[in-house]
């Protein structure tokens, strides 16, 4: 069955060419001055889904021209080695980013590894230096997932200014900081979670909603306002086994405005942003900043 979308579709594969191919060109420039953006990314373990993210994060960088290094460890990699690992990437001057693939083996804190990246090459945005600035309004790097979801607005010429927004998810990764980006932009914003006692009455007030939870169907047509604009940041799978996002896709998109589909929505934006976020860390030390 072919399902006829009323929505205008935002389309994250085209947004991604458009914005890599921005970043391709501001690398050949830094390139001139002797400076090749470079980014690494580090994996411990087997985890399958990682190491496809991995792969897909490494190959991007190679398309834009930026440099790429693989650090692929095995799960019995003890924390202070990967910590070890990570000082010396810190101290690398060829190396402008640094992502520490998650999650990680049990035995090692998350939490205590991201804390030892450099704020300077924090470029998935995950220190609490990053979080900070974004709370204050001060540069820094700003997680990749909601800072690709907040590219896609703008590339539909979406004003926030006075909109109210709604977000379905409070995580570190996406809910915050979606949250405090949307408030840069002077929007309402209400943040939704598995405390909240009557979601549709929240989420039929909203312009814009960006669903972030991981949950199949937690947002229905019956509960989004006609002409909102919706942003579908789940990845998941129903009970066919196929892909699809938080969002009822079929039935949300005969009443919103514009929608993201999953797959090729907001799950490619997510790499842009980290290249875009790599480039721009090259391009302070090239300034000195």
């Keep these: 069955m072919t399902i006829t979308s009323a929505a205008t579709l935002i389309d994250g594969n085209a947004l991604s060419?458009?914005?890599?191919?921005?970043v391709a060109s501001r690398t050949a420039v830094l390139k001139q001055k002797g400076i090749t953006p470079g980014l690494a990314v580090v994996l411990v373990g087997e985890n399958p889904a990682s190491q496809v993210y991995v792969r897909n994060k490494v190959k991007a960088c190679q398309e834009s021209g930026l440099h790429s290094v693989l650090e692929q460890h095995p799960a019995s990699m003890t924390e202070s080695a990967l910590l070890a690992l990570v000082d010396t990437l810190n101290n690398d001057p060829s190396i402008h980013g640094i992502l520490v693939q998650l999650p990680l083996p049990a035995h090692?804190?998350?939490?205590?590894?991201?804390e030892s990246i450099s704020p300077t090459k924090d470029v998935d945005g995950f220190h609490v230096n990053s979080a900070g600035a974004l709370m204050v309004g001060q540069p820094g790097f700003w997680p990749?997932?909601?800072?690709g979801c907040m590219k896609m607005?703008?590339?539909?010429?979406?004003?926030?200014?006075?909109k109210h927004a709604v977000v379905i998810g409070r995580s570190n990764i996406v809910g915050k900081p979606m949250a405090l980006m949307l408030l840069q932009k002077n929007a309402t914003v209400t943040i939704c979670h598995s405390g909240t006692k009557d979601l549709k009455a929240m989420t039929l007030q909203a312009d814009v909603i960006v669903a972030a939870v991981g949950k199949v169907n937690v947002l229905t047509a019956d509960m989004v306002k006609p002409g909102a604009v919706v942003i579908d940041v789940g990845m998941n799978r129903n009970a066919e086994g196929k892909l699809c996002g938080d969002v009822d896709f079929a039935g949300v998109s005969q009443v919103a405005s514009h929608i993201t589909p999953v797959p090729g929505g907001v799950g490619p934006m997510t790499i842009t942003m980290l290249l875009v976020n790599t480039l721009e860390a090259a391009e302070r030390v090239a300034v000195g900043a």
């Design 17 to 22: 060419r458009q914005l890599r191919s921005e």
């Design 108 to 114: 090692i804190d998350a939490q205590k590894v991201i």
């Design 144 to 147: 990749c997932t909601p800072y």
């Design 153 to 162: 607005l703008e590339s539909i010429g979406f004003e926030l200014k006075g």
